[in-house]
C-alpha cells in the first residue's frame, strides 16, 4: 500500500512540476487541442468582457472547442452509459468505424461538433440591425458557413433536410440562444459514431462567462434516436489574440487540397453517412 | 532570433512527448503502434497543404533510396507554434521517428523530427498512440 502510495505521490508531484513548466512557457498546454494557443486559465479574467456597440456581449472569438469531437457522451460532462440512446442507435454506433465518419473526408461536422481548430461567430448588421450570424469554422466544414437568421424569422414548415439545418437565434440577456431543426441524418456527433435522425432538434445557450471562455448549455432532443431530451454542457476557449499565434484569427483551410487519410492503410475515409 | 525559435520548438516538442497534439483524425485506424521506427534522411519536400502537411524523407535502405510520407498536423497549427516557410527546407539532413501505416509503411505519421546538427533540438514532435492514452477528445 505504501508503494502504491508512494508512486501516486511521485507522479502528482511530476505533474505539478510539469504544469509549472508549462505556465513559465506561456500557456503551451494548449497544444493538446489540436496547436491552436488559446487563453490560458490564469488569464481568462484579465481583461473585461467586451461588449458590441448596440449592448450585446461580444461573442464573436474565435473560440477553440465547445461542442463535441471524439466522444459527446464524454465531451459533453456524462458519463459512460448515460446517453439515453435508443437500442437501434446505440447499436449503429457501436457498429460504425472511425475510418468510415464524414469528417474525414472533409464533410461538415455539424452541430454540436467543432474540431481542434478554431470557429467564430461572425455577426452581421445591416439597416434592421443585426440580421444574421454566420458561424465559421477554420476547418470541418468543407467550405460552407452555418447560418443564424436573428430577424424574428420562424423555422419552415417542413424544411429539406440538409447538413447545418435550419437556425433561428435570439439574445436572452447575455446569452445567445440558437434553436435548429431540419438537419440530415448524415453527419456523426464525434468519432465514435454516436448517430441521429431528421428528426434532430437542439436548442445552444451561449454565453460568454468571462473574456477567456464561452460556454455551450446544449439541448439535445431527437426522438428518432434518443428515448428522451438530453441536456450536455461544453465551454470553448478563446484564441490567443497575439500575433506571435497568428493575430488570434482564423487562417485558410481547404480540406480537399490534399486529404491523405486512409492511403497508409488502405482504405477509403468517411464512408458512413447513412444511418440506414 | 533563430536560437529563441529553437528554443520555443524544443520546449514545444517537450510539452508535446508528455500531451500530444490532437490530431484532425485518430491514430489508430491509420498507423501501427507497433511499426515505430527511426531514421536518418535528407528532405525530399516540404507539402504546407491541408488537411495536413506532409514531410517527404529520402532514406537510404540497402543501397536503395526510400522516401518516406510522412504526415503531421496542419499548417494552420504548425504555424501558430512558431514555424515559418524556412523552419524545414528540402535538402536538409534530418533525423526522424514515426509510426508506419497500417499497409504501406513508409507512409508514417510523424513522431519527431531534428535537424541532423541539433538532433536534441526537435523541430515537431507529435503523439502518436501515446495521445490516445492520454485520452484527449478527439484522440481515439
Known amino acids: 500500500m505504501k508503494e502504491v502510495i508512494g508512486v501516486f505521490m511521485t507522479i502528482a508531484v511530476l505533474s505539478l512540476a510539469l504544469l509549472a513548466q508549462l505556465q513559465a512557457q506561456g500557456g503551451v498546454s494548449q497544444i493538446q487541442v489540436g496547436g491552436s494557443p488559446t487563453v490560458p486559465d490564469n488569464l481568462v479574467t484579465s481583461q473585461p468582457i467586451p461588449r458590441l456597440p448596440d449592448g450585446h456581449v461580444d ?13 459527446i457522451e464524454r465531451d459533453g460532462g456524462l458519463k459512460p452509459g448515460e446517453l439515453p ?9 457501436d457498429k460504425r468505424l472511425e475510418k468510415d ?9 455539424s452541430v454540436p461538433r467543432v474540431n481542434p481548430y478554431p470557429w467564430k461567430f461572425a455577426l452581421s448588421y445591416t ?10 469554422h477554420e476547418t470541418g466544414d468543407a467550405g460552407a458557413h452555418r447560418v443564424v437568421y436573428m430577424d424574428g424569422r420562424p423555422h419552415p414548415p417542413d424544411p429539406i433536410p440538409t447538413w447545418w439545418g435550419h437556425s433561428t437565434g435570439r439574445f436572452e440577456k447575455d446569452t445567445l440562444v440558437i434553436d435548429t431543426i431540419g438537419y440530415n441524418d448524415k453527419f456523426w456527433f464525434d468519432s465514435r459514431g454516436t448517430p441521429h435522425t431528421e428528426q434532430l432538434h437542439t436548442v445552444e445557450r451561449w454565453t460568454r462567462i468571462n473574456w477567456g471562455r464561452i460556454t455551450n448549455d446544449f439541448l439535445l432532443d431527437d426522438p428518432g434516436a434518443f428515448s428522451r431530451p438530453v441536456n450536455l ?30 492511403a497508409a492503410a488502405g482504405f477509403v475515409p468517411g464512408q458512413g453517412t447513412s444511418i440506414k | 532570433m533563430r536560437t529563441k525559435f529553437g528554443v520555443l520548438v524544443a520546449a514545444l516538442g517537450l510539452f508535446c512527448v508528455v500531451a500530444p497534439a490532437v490530431a484532425h483524425h485518430g ?15 535528407v528532405v525530399k519536400a516540404v507539402l ?58 513508409t507512409r508514417g505519421s510523424l513522431l519527431s523530427i531534428a535537424k541532423l546538427d541539433a538532433p536534441n533540438k526537435p523541430l515537431f514532435v507529435q503523439g502518436g498512440p501515446e495521445a490516445v492514452q492520454q485520452g484527449f477528445p478527439g484522440a481515439r
Not at chain 2, 27 to 41: I, P, R
Not at chain 2, 61 to 71: F, H, I, P, R, W
Open chain 1, 85 to 93: 440512446l435508443l437500442p437501434w442507435a446505440k447499436e449503429l454506433r
Open chain 1, 59 to 71: 461573442i464573436t472569438g474565435p473560440w477553440v472547442g465547445g461542442g463535441s469531437n471524439g466522444d
Open chain 1, 233 to 262: 454542457k461544453f465551454q470553448g476557449r478563446l484564441l490567443r489574440p497575439d500575433l506571435k499565434t497568428g493575430g488570434g484569427e482564423l487562417m485558410e483551410f481547404i480540406c480537399l487540397e490534399g486529404n491523405e487519410y486512409g
Open chain 1, 101 to 109: 465518419e464524414p469528417y474525414t473526408a472533409c464533410l461538415p461536422m
Open chain 2, 48 to 105: 504546407w497543404t491541408n488537411p495536413h502537411m506532409r514531410v517527404h524523407v529520402d532514406v537510404t535502405q540497402g543501397g536503395k533510396t526510400v522516401t518516406y510520407n510522412m504526415e503531421i498536423t496542419s499548417p494552420n497549427s504548425v504555424q501558430r507554434q512558431g514555424w515559418g516557410r524556412n523552419s524545414l527546407l528540402p535538402g536538409e539532413k534530418v533525423v526522424f521517428e514515426g509510426y508506419g501505416g497500417k499497409v504501406d509503411e
Open chain 1, 127 to 136: 439597416a434592421k440591425g443585426l440580421s444574421h450570424i454566420y458561424v465559421l
Open chain 2, 27 to 41: 491514430f489508430d485506424t491509420e498507423y501501427d503502434a507497433n511499426k515505430k521506427f527511426k531514421h536518418e534522411g
